[in-house]
């Protein structure tokens, strides 16, 4: 529902058509949905916001979420399977990976088999406690395989909201950032959304992306105000985020 009347900015009016390169909708195979009922509810109303591609990003973590081209595969035709053919007529599902940056993710790097987000762009993470202790030369090991480094939610790694130089490290390394639409909000945290709204005001972001898990993430985002100057530039944003991965 678009808010004509109203002064407020709000996130939802910017999401009609929206692609959504991170979430974890395919159900029952990391901390997503756990069941297809949930999956097919997460997907109707994020359809509700706008959202009309999805590219759902299961975790493959070694220690928690041991995801294979298997698992990944059949949650998604699974998923298929179960959803009505109307709503499958109105948007488009194209499953990728979220990769933590782990010793998995290196011997998968090796052997060149990545689920892409699109094209060579590919969706990276690190734990929010320390950073991988090689991560220059994981990026750079990334790159030199024909890859792109999607860096998922750069605000959410509190090692370095003290250390904001080495954001630009990571850009100069050709690493691109993949900001939580949530962050623009206290759902994380105050450090959280101050650290995400410097990284937009520096330009320093490329993408977007809802990284639902479940239904609160949804609730929170229909419920999200903006101010005038953050609002045009998320616009912009989520532009560059449909124009990069549109399959349509």
Same mark, same amino acid.
């Given at each position: 529902?678009?808010?004509?009347?109203?002064?407020?900015?709000?996130?939802?009016?910017?999401?009609?058509?929206?692609?959504?390169?991170?979430?974890?909708?395919?159900?029952?195979?990391?901390?997503?949905?756990?069941?297809?009922?949930?999956?097919?509810?997460?997907?109707?109303?994020?359809?509700?916001?706008?959202?009309?591609?999805?590219?759902?990003? %299961?975790? !493959?973590?070694?220690? /928690?979420?041991?995801?294979?081209?298997? *698992?990944? =595969?059949?949650?998604?035709? $699974?998923?298929?399977?179960?959803?009505?053919?109307?709503?499958?007529?109105?948007?488009?599902?194209?499953?990728?990976?979220?990769?933590?940056?782990?010793?998995?993710?290196?011997?998968?790097?090796?052997?060149?088999?990545?689920?892409?987000?699109?094209?060579?762009?590919?969706?990276?993470?690190?734990?929010?406690?320390? %950073?991988? !202790?090689?991560?220059? /030369?994981?990026?750079?090991?990334?790159? *030199?395989? =024909?890859?792109?480094?999607? $860096?998922?939610?750069?605000?959410?790694?509190?090692?370095?909201?003290?250390?904001?130089?080495?954001?630009?490290?990571?850009?100069?390394?050709?690493?691109?950032?993949?900001?939580?639409?949530?962050?623009?909000?206290?759902?994380?945290?105050?450090?959280?959304?101050?650290?995400?709204?410097?990284?937009?005001?520096?330009?320093?972001?490329?993408?977007?992306?809802?990284?639902?898990?479940?239904?609160?993430?949804?609730?929170?985002?229909?419920? $999200?105000?903006?101010?005038?100057?953050?609002?045009?530039?998320?616009?912009?944003?989520?532009?560059?985020?449909?124009?990069?991965?549109?399959?349509?």
């Amino acid at each position: 529902m678009l808010h004509f009347f109203s002064k407020k900015y709000f996130l939802q009016d910017l999401l009609e058509g929206f692609v959504d390169i991170h979430n974890h909708i395919l159900p029952g195979i990391d901390d997503g949905a756990k069941s297809v009922e949930e999956s097919i509810d997460l997907i109707k109303r994020l359809k509700e916001l706008g959202v009309r591609q999805f590219i759902p990003t %299961p975790h !493959i973590m070694q220690d /928690f979420y041991p995801n294979t081209d298997e *698992t990944i =595969g059949n949650a998604y035709e $699974l998923l298929l399977e179960s959803l009505n053919t109307n709503v499958l007529s109105t948007i488009s599902i194209n499953p990728a990976a979220e990769y933590m940056l782990d010793t998995t993710f290196e011997k998968l790097l090796e052997e060149g088999n990545l689920f892409t987000l699109k094209g060579s762009y590919v969706l990276i993470e690190m734990s929010y406690f320390q %950073p991988p !202790i090689n991560l220059e /030369f994981l990026i750079f090991k990334i790159k *030199t395989k =024909g890859y792109l480094p999607v $860096l998922a939610h750069p605000e959410r790694y509190t090692f370095y909201h003290n250390n904001l130089q080495y954001y630009d490290k990571l850009k100069q390394l050709g690493c691109f950032f993949q900001l939580n639409l949530l962050s623009l909000s206290d759902y994380y945290g105050t450090s959280v959304e101050k650290i995400a709204n410097y990284l937009i005001e520096r330009n320093l972001i490329d993408f977007v992306g809802t990284d639902t898990h479940h239904t609160t993430h949804i609730e929170t985002l229909s419920n $999200l105000v903006l101010n005038k100057k953050t609002s045009k530039k998320v616009a912009y944003l989520i532009n560059n985020t449909n124009t990069t991965f549109s399959v349509i």
